[in-house]
């Protein structure tokens, strides 16, 4: 392990060198691949056969695509072909416009996963995701039903009413939200600006209380962090599905569509973290029965915190093996 003077030495360095951290730090280093859509040139990584059925795996905030680790190695030994793209303000991910605001409202990273798909000439593909990427997830799987083979839903049905303020919450609720009415504040933009890291690290603990990432668990994460436009692709994301700033004209009328909480019809497997920070998952399913019209399956998983690919990646190896066994 590293000590703290070494761990921050390497994200010093890891800023020095692009954002990289040296491949003689990490068993071995990724082969990232780039593609351009008309907003974006995604950077993404690849693994599996090339002709296997297509399963993109999407991260959320604040992670990056390392929390599928452990799932890469067994469903590629399946023969599928597993695609781990860096969402927008994530590692080597870049707007082609320099002048084009850095806005990141959930329309905009689920057509940000249609696009990718689209320049993949993906006709049909599984999809795997949690926090953002399950959002992604869930609104394209609205959008677009027929691609989907079938969709793991880590988290649940994720999608917002970003149209209609909601009303204030219980104080044990409002208080796991602290991040987000703190982005909401200029101190807030300036603290994630300035203090990325150790919010981040921060955020990663409290949401996986059962769970003890290591400082290198934590290093070959930290670079997509240090994207130039995380802060503000970030801070854009919490204040707009508040209601404290607009997002693109182009996905109004999504938006608007998406406030009605379209129910999802495609084949899916809902999973929820057990030992989540944000709190216990209800037992009681009706609630995802209700919203994914064609649910396979839904697990609580034990032993599970927020970033639950990392802690229980043999639930979702067989959440999607389950869906492509189908």
Same mark, same amino acid.
């Given at each position: 392990?590293?000590t !703290?003077?070494?761990f921050?030495?390497?994200?010093?360095l /890891?800023g020095?060198?692009? +954002?990289?951290?040296?491949?003689?730090t990490?068993?071995?280093? $990724?082969l990232?691949?780039?593609?351009?859509?008309?907003?974006?040139?995604?950077? @993404?990584?690849e @693994?599996?056969?090339?002709?296997?059925?297509?399963v993109i &795996?999407?991260?959320?905030?604040p @992670?990056?695509?390392r929390s599928?680790?452990k799932v890469i190695t $067994?469903?590629a030994a399946? +023969?599928y072909r597993?695609?781990?793209?860096?969402?927008r303000?994530y590692?080597?991910t870049r707007? #082609? %416009?320099?002048d084009?605001p850095r806005m990141?409202e959930?329309?905009?990273?689920?057509?940000? #996963? =249609?696009?990718?798909?689209d320049? &993949?000439? #993906?006709a049909?593909f599984?999809a795997?995701?949690?926090d953002?990427?399950?959002r992604?997830a869930?609104?394209?799987?609205?959008?677009q039903?027929?691609?989907f083979i079938?969709?793991v839903?880590?988290?649940?049905?994720s999608?917002q009413?970003?149209?209609?303020?909601?009303? $204030?919450?219980?104080?044990? &609720?409002?208080?796991r939200l602290w991040?987000?009415?703190?982005?909401?504040?200029?101190r807030g933009?300036?603290? =994630?600006r300035e203090? !990325?890291h %150790?919010?981040?690290r921060?955020?990663?603990?409290?949401?996986s209380?059962?769970?003890?990432?290591?400082?290198e668990? @934590?290093?070959r994460?930290?670079?997509?962090?240090?994207?130039?436009?995380f802060? %503000?692709?970030?801070i854009h994301?919490?204040?707009?599905?508040h209601?404290?700033?607009?997002?693109e004209a182009?996905?109004?009328?999504?938006?608007r569509?998406l /406030?009605?909480?379209?129910?999802?019809s495609?084949p899916?497997?809902?999973l !929820?973290?057990?030992?989540?920070?944000f709190?216990?998952p209800?037992r009681?399913p009706?609630?995802?029965?209700?919203?994914?019209t064609?649910?396979v399956?839904?697990q609580?998983?034990?032993?599970? +915190?927020?970033? #639950?690919?990392v802690?229980r990646?043999?639930?979702v190896?067989?959440?999607?093996?389950l869906? =492509?066994?189908?």
């Amino acid at each position: 392990m590293f000590t !703290r003077r070494e761990f921050i030495h390497l994200l010093t360095l /890891a800023g020095a060198t692009g +954002g990289l951290i040296p491949s003689a730090t990490l068993a071995q280093a $990724p082969l990232i691949k780039t593609l351009s859509t008309d907003t974006l040139e995604i950077a @993404y990584e690849e @693994y599996g056969d090339p002709q296997g059925v297509p399963v993109i &795996l999407l991260h959320g905030f604040p @992670y990056d695509v390392r929390s599928f680790d452990k799932v890469i190695t $067994p469903l590629a030994a399946d +023969g599928y072909r597993l695609l781990l793209p860096y969402l927008r303000g994530y590692g080597q991910t870049r707007f #082609l %416009d320099p002048d084009m605001p850095r806005m990141a409202e959930q329309a905009a990273i689920a057509q940000d #996963l =249609l696009d990718f798909a689209d320049a &993949l000439g #993906l006709a049909r593909f599984a999809a795997a995701g949690f926090d953002w990427g399950n959002r992604a997830a869930c609104i394209a799987a609205i959008l677009q039903p027929e691609r989907f083979i079938g969709q793991v839903a880590i988290g649940g049905y994720s999608v917002q009413d970003t149209v209609n303020p909601g009303g $204030p919450a219980p104080a044990r &609720l409002e208080s796991r939200l602290w991040y987000q009415w703190y982005f909401n504040t200029s101190r807030g933009e300036v603290g =994630l600006r300035e203090n !990325r890291h %150790d919010i981040i690290r921060y955020l990663w603990d409290t949401w996986s209380p059962d769970w003890t990432y290591s400082d290198e668990d @934590y290093a070959r994460s930290a670079p997509s962090f240090d994207n130039p436009d995380f802060v %503000d692709v970030v801070i854009h994301s919490y204040r707009h599905r508040h209601g404290n700033v607009a997002g693109e004209a182009r996905f109004l009328e999504m938006e608007r569509m998406l /406030a009605e909480r379209p129910v999802i019809s495609v084949p899916a497997v809902v999973l !929820r973290a057990g030992a989540s920070g944000f709190g216990p998952p209800s037992r009681d399913p009706s609630a995802d029965q209700a919203r994914f019209t064609s649910l396979v399956d839904r697990q609580i998983v034990d032993g599970a +915190g927020h970033d #639950l690919p990392v802690q229980r990646p043999d639930a979702v190896i067989s959440a999607m093996r389950l869906l =492509l066994s189908a």
